[in-house]
């Protein structure tokens, strides 16, 4: 498997327990959208930057070859399902009780052991 | 190394202007970012034992952890992460209403 398999593969199942395993989907919500339109021009003035001075570099037969600011393509995958596999999780303990409330680090869920 | 630290300026002042208390529910942040992270160090160290991608050791501190993977990728995945979880509660700090969702009140 090359790159474009596996950043295929993580977009996909990130997409999918996203969908269907968690059950509060992120892709259907507003606040995911708003946080990935602000953090995607970060990650390619970060991606640009490692790649244009040659600081991270990829064997050419390992990416389809589409660059979009220098950067591969299939670092939009890779970013995306880091981002909302994070997000999904941080929802999920949310739900859970843990930890709700910025002011205190008490969780307030009695099912929540701590 | 620069990257990273862009990063970090870029999006912890979130934690001191909106008080978004991220850092402050570290077990939250520890256990939402660790079993993500594992699995993309999983594929980094694949990816760099494969030699999709490679460093210009030149250019890093030039410390490597376990699996060949470079002190600066183990930071970036506990790093960008974080900033994510704090650009999203900066957003819903800002358009509260978008919260509600959250836990489905």
């Known amino acids: ?114 | 190394m620069a990257m990273l630290i862009f990063t970090v300026c870029g999006s912890f002042w979130l934690e001191i202007v909106f008080k978004i208390g991220v850092l402050r529910r570290i077990k939250r942040v520890a256990l939402s970012v660790l079993p993500i992270s594992a699995c993309f160090l999983a594929w980094d160290a694949y990816a760099i034992s494969q030699g999709h991608w490679f460093f210009d050791r030149e250019q890093m501190l030039g410390i490597v952890g376990p699996f060949s993977i470079p002190l600066e990728e183990y930071l970036f995945f506990i790093v960008v992460p974080m900033a994510a979880i704090m650009t999203i509660e900066g957003v819903t700090t800002v358009k509260p209403h978008w919260r509600k969702d959250e836990f489905g009140e």
């Open chain 1, 1 to 114: 498997m090359i790159y474009s398999d596996i950043a295929i593969i993580a977009f996909s199942i990130a997409v999918m327990a996203d969908l269907f395993l968690f059950k509060n989907s992120l892709l259907t919500r507003p606040a995911f959208w708003t946080s990935y339109a602000i953090i995607l021009p970060f990650q390619f003035i970060t991606n640009w930057w490692l790649t244009s001075k040659n600081i991270v570099m990829y064997d050419p037969d390992a990416i389809v070859g589409l660059r979009i600011f220098s950067a591969p393509a299939e670092d939009l995958l890779f970013g995306f399902a880091l981002i909302l596999g994070v997000m999904d999780m941080w929802e999920f303990w949310g739900r859970r009780g843990m930890q709700r409330d910025p002011r205190s680090s008490k969780s307030k869920d009695k099912n929540d052991k701590n």
